[in-house]
Nanobody, 125 residues
Framework: QVQVVESGGGLVQPGGSLRLSCTASGTIFVIPKMAWYRQAPGKERELVAAAASSDSDSDRVEYAAGVRGRFTISRDNAAKAVYLQMDSLRPEDTAIYYC???????????????WGQGTQVTVSS
């Protein structure tokens, strides 16, 4: 199995910063993609940022329009970890943030999605 654990959520004032961390463990051959999603009350889960492995040294990254320029996703492939640095936080960033890991458990198998339990981020004065 693959386990995904997030940490780093909390309460922060508007304009503040938080850093989320996520680590994958278990039987893993390769992780093509790691991403952060969020779900606010009454809304659907949405992609925040994603980092996909590429043939080059740098990962391909993408951001939701509403967080581009404020959030930064980064990966530590050796540690099977992904981070989300969130700056200039706004009340509308309040949500449960979920880590998503797309992993291949063994050579020749297809990738599967694995999710963490979520971590609450609340932006309020």
């Amino acid at each position: 199995q693959v386990q995904v654990v997030e940490s780093g959520g909390g309460l922060v004032q508007p304009g503040g910063s938080l850093r989320l961390s996520c680590t994958a463990s278990g039987t893993i051959f390769v992780i093509p993609k790691m991403a952060w999603y969020r779900q606010a009350p009454g809304k659907e889960r949405e992609l925040v940022a994603a980092a996909a492995s590429s043939d080059s040294d740098s990962d391909r990254v993408e951001y939701a329009a509403g967080v581009r320029g404020r959030f930064t996703i980064s990966r530590d492939n050796a540690a099977k970890a992904v981070y989300l640095q969130m700056d200039s936080l706004r009340p509308e960033d309040t949500a449960i943030y979920y880590c998503n890991v797309v992993a291949v458990r063994s050579w020749g198998l297809i990738p599967h999605d694995y999710w963490g339990q979520g971590t609450q981020v609340t932006v309020s004065s």
